[in-house]
């Protein structure tokens, strides 16, 4: 007599963008875009450099809480797949050109242009590489330059809250804010090189 094997929970996306697609994790990943609104409208505004550190910390910790719901509970879809590294770079390279325009922060317009740049290449290059049936999915490298960068920007919103930058030690800590920045920086360039030679292999494959 033939027995039934017990159904696994597959990580595979949903191909459709039906009703599967409104789940939590993408919910969580909606909410991460308006905290994202909400952190350039604060970046923007002046004054609440601390209550924007606090939106960014949360908005970035939403990022590895809808990916470990979606792969746990097998709720991984198309729109999920879409949507969870646009609001990524959505909100890493808004934060970097908001903080751009502002005096004191840090970032320099070559950081903002090796950031965008990165991510424009990269994601480019997935596209095609994904059109053409291979897997290009993200690489711990692309993880640790994610982390490397929240923590940059985290430190770029604190230097310019009065409390630091009136304080005894503010030199130090634009320091250590700098060499932050500077191992974002690093680690951007760094991951994109590393995804580079990656998708160079998978196009010799043929």
Known sequence: MATTKPEKTSTA???HLGRNS???PNAITMSRLILAIVLFALIDYRGYWKTSVV????AAATDALD???A???GMVTVLGRILDPFVDKFIICGAF???LAKTGSGINAWMVMIVIG???FVTGLRGFLEQQGKDFSAAWSGKIKMALQCVAVAASLMSLAPEITESPSADQFFLLRDILLWGAIISTVWSGLIYIVRGAKLLRQG
């Open 13 to 15: 996306p949903d191909n």
């Open 22 to 24: 409104l789940n939590w």
């Open 55 to 58: 939106v960014f910390v949360i």
């Open 67 to 69: 990916g470990f719901i």
């Open 71 to 73: 792969r746990r509970y």
């Open 97 to 99: 050109i908001f903080l």
């Open 118 to 120: 990165r991510e424009m």
